[in-house]
Nanobody, 123 residues
Framework: VQLAESGGGSAQAGGSLRLSCAISGLTYRPYCMGWFRQAPGKWREGVET???????RFAASVKGRFTISQDTSKNTLYLPMNNLKPEDSDNYFC??????????????????WGQGTQVTVSS
């Protein structure tokens, strides 16, 4: 399984960005795909996930602002991010595994990771 993120960059507070993750080799079911983020020196934090039944889970900090989606025809996972805040500035990672969770420590459930894409939000 290979994951490749794109779409990171800089935005002003209140602005929007959309992250994409191209996925290849994911053939097992059920699966979970999601987005995590990590700042230097901090734990990797679950942002939002979607499983093979289309059920999503999200961190409270992004409720109403980020909405994960997947396009199975393009094997691509998306994370549109609206109303960005400076505290959303992190390195964002795409992940894949068999079980879904965004709770603290859940990164250990995911077997495959992309290389990350940086998001910087200025006030």
């Amino acid at each position: 399984v290979q994951l490749a993120e794109s779409g990171g960059g800089s935005a002003q507070a209140g602005g929007s960005l959309r992250l994409s993750c191209a996925i290849s080799g994911l053939t097992y079911r059920p699966y979970c795909m999601g987005w995590f983020r990590q700042a230097p020196g901090k734990w990797r934090e679950g942002v939002e996930t979607v499983d093979s039944n289309g059920i999503t889970r999200f961190a409270a900090s992004v409720k109403g602002r980020f909405t994960i989606s997947q396009d199975t025809s393009k094997n691509t996972l998306y994370l549109p991010m609206n109303n960005l805040k400076p505290e959303d500035s992190d390195n964002y990672f795409c992940a894949a595994g068999a079980l879904c969770s965004v709770v603290a420590g859940s990164q250990r459930l995911y077997n495959y990771w992309g290389q990350g894409t940086q998001v910087t939000v200025s006030s």
